[in-house]
């Protein structure tokens, strides 16, 4: 399964680097529940600052005026 070779690789920055900090960037498209499994993984690895990015197509932009 990929996200455990996503646990393996954040365990192994860790291991380098104690302060590690990881971006999360998410779009429209997921289901929160996607992004739920991908956050336990991060915290399981032991990271301790994640950054959510949410992205919205520049099409679906509310247009300032």
């Not at 996503?6 to 302060?19: F, G, M, P, T």
């Not at 971006?23 to 990271?47: F, K, N, P, T, W």
């Amino acid at each position: 399964m990929a996200l455990q070779g996503l646990q393996s690789d954040l365990e192994k920055e860790i291991a380098a680097n104690a302060k590690v900090e990881v971006e999360l960037r998410a779009d429209c498209a997921l289901y929160y529940e996607q992004v739920q499994l991908v956050m336990a993984v991060i915290s399981q690895a032991g990271v301790q600052t994640v950054h959510l990015v949410a992205y919205l197509p520049e099409d679906q932009r509310r247009k300032v005026q």
